[in-house]
């Protein structure tokens, strides 16, 4: 997505938990492609299920290489869905609803 950009992580590391294998970084920035896992050894293009944090910018990198996306909804700051946000100005002409 950001092809040649350098990025500050901090330490970082791979640990495995029962099997399971999580990238943990000391910076904050979004998951923007795979090579922010691979960095740590996670090659995504090997694993089953790979569960990313991220709100969106994943999906330039990995939905060509996934069989299905699944987002899930969790509180927090801002909602995953803005449907799920209480709007209370927005012209009933925007509304949209399934």
């Known amino acids: 997505m950001m092809r040649g950009l350098t990025v500050n992580l901090g330490p970082s590391a791979c640990l495995e938990i029962d099997g399971i294998r999580v990238a943990v970084v000391s910076g904050k920035k979004q998951l923007l492609d795979r ?25 330039a990198d990995f939905q060509p290489h996934a069989s299905a996306i699944l987002v899930a909804k969790a509180a927090g700051s801002m909602a995953a869905d803005p449907g ?15």
């Open 35 to 59: 090579e922010l896992l691979r960095m740590v050894g996670i090659h995504t293009e090997q694993m089953r299920i790979v569960v990313v944090k991220s709100s969106n910018h994943f999906r």
């Open 84 to 98: 799920d946000l209480p709007w209370t100005r927005l012209p009933a002409t925007i509304r949209r609803r399934p």
